[in-house]
């Protein structure tokens, strides 16, 4: 695979702001579409000051978007329509304005509102002055925008337009397209039907009361979020959650661990199985149909009985899929984690410390994963980095168990 292929028709949004390197944008319309992207340029008004529109738009082959309120726009709605269309939008040269403006979620233009608008990643490219890139401002601005999963491509050191020398120069347009193209994941899975559950599960006791779990179904989400990236179909089978569907995915929701098994067997000629839900292994072995009162009795007992494991069940079908169990641990997670991965005849499993702010309902986790032939680390990172970087992973020991 040669590194540029993950680009290949993935549709870019490429914001340009005022920068005395815009005219680098220029070269990295030719490079994207030349990888096989469709480009789609967005200019601040500053940009256009350093760089045609015209330049743009005859490299991209498409119109240059400018303005907001654009009346010739269907409903002077560009900025939607633009952040609905993108699967990426890259900022290249990023100013230290737009970078303020992303960090503060403001929509003075057409750039700004459409990053606001968008589901999709956002990477940017800085350039500017080196004082300006080590100001605390805009270091507090990055940490910002880094926090809610946006990636930073550079900057580079050395000369600047200014004069000076330091840290901000806008990388090379060779250098952003072979970094973005590190970040996208390679339309690899198009046709396979990935399968993934999500969230936990809720097993009722009575009309008000069940047994649950802290899973937020956030990981799972982030991973039907990467696998859609792949240009797979992805259904995403999840328990009660507070979270959007991501774009081009189908959901069904479940609440309880029967309704999620009897979901899953349904569903036929899986190529991959995700388990990220964090299935209740027992369930009230009774469902009271009107609410249990509180009595004079001092203690009170719940009879429990087994639910159905989703991934055995999964592992046992004649056309077995490639199969990714979790484990969430509080302790010894390379044991518990390897020992299931043989119990439950998994092909990998993502293993994870939960507990004192760890794993449940928080945005980070780290990943230890473990396949029969290998391992890999996946530092602390945000769960939409990390779904990223697990699913380059499933894509590449599929690849290798498919070719053997
Ligand atoms: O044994 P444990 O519950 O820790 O195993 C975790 C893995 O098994 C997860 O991938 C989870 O989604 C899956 N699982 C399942 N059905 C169950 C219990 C767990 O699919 N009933």
Redesign the pocket.
């Known amino acids: 695979m040669t590194e540029q292929t993950s680009l290949a028709g993935k549709k870019i949004v490429l914001g340009v702001s005022g920068s005395i390197a815009a005219y680098k944008a220029a070269d990295l319309v030719r490079l994207c579409t030349k990888a096989g992207a469709e480009v789609k340029v967005v200019m601040t008004q500053a940009a256009s000051e350093f760089i045609t529109p015209l330049t743009m738009q005859t490299l991209s082959g498409n119109p240059v978007a400018m303005t907001l309120l654009d009346a010739d726009e269907e409903a002077a709605m560009g900025h939607i329509k633009l952040a609905r269309w993108a699967d990426w939008v890259l900022i290249a040269p990023a100013t230290a304005n737009t970078i303020a403006g992303l960090a503060q979620g403001r929509t003075e233009d057409l750039l700004s509102a459409l990053c606001l608008a968008t589901t999709v990643p956002i990477a940017l490219a800085p350039a500017m002055n080196n004082k300006m890139w080590t100001n605390k401002a805009t270091q507090a601005n990055l940490a910002v925008i880094a926090e809610r999963g946006m990636h930073l491509l550079g900057p580079a050191s050395g000369d600047q337009a200014c004069g000076e020398q330091g840290e901000g120069r806008l990388l090379e347009p060779e250098q952003i397209l072979a970094e973005l193209s590190q970040l996208v994941l390679p339309p690899k899975l198009a046709k396979k039907r990935l399968v993934i559950?999500a969230g936990p599960t809720h097993e009722p006791i009575d009309p008000v009361r069940f047994i649950g779990n802290r899973s937020s179904g956030k990981m799972g989400f982030a991973m039907a979020t990467a696998a859609a990236e792949t240009g797979a179909e992805v259904i995403l089978v999840t328990g009660p959650v507070h979270l959007a569907t991501p774009p081009g995915v189908t959901r069904i929701d479940v609440e309880t661990?029967s309704q999620?098994?009897e979901a899953v067997e349904k569903i036929e000629s899986i190529d991959i199985f995700i388990?990220?839900?964090?299935?209740?292994?027992y369930r009230p072995q009774q469902y009271h149909d009107k609410k249990i009162k509180k009595t004079a009795e001092k203690q009170r007992e719940i009879s429990l009985i087994e639910?159905?494991?989703?991934?055995?069940g999964?592992s046992q079908r004649k056309q077995k899929p490639f199969i990714?169990?979790?484990?969430?641990?509080t302790d010894n997670i390379t044991d518990?984690a390897k020992e299931?991965m043989v119990r439950?005849q998994l092909d990998m499993?993502a293993a994870n410390q939960v507990g004192k702010g760890l794993g449940f309902a928080v945005d980070t986790n780290a990943l230890q994963v473990f396949w029969h032939q290998g391992d890999a680390v996946l530092p602390q990172a945000l769960k939409s980095h990390l779904a990223r970087e697990l699913m380059r992973l499933i894509i590449e020991r599929y690849d290798a168990k498919n070719s053997a």
């Open positions: 559950t661990a999620m098994h388990g990220c839900a964090a299935v209740a292994d639910n159905p494991d989703i991934l055995a999964v990714v169990g979790f484990a969430a641990e518990y299931k439950k499993i």
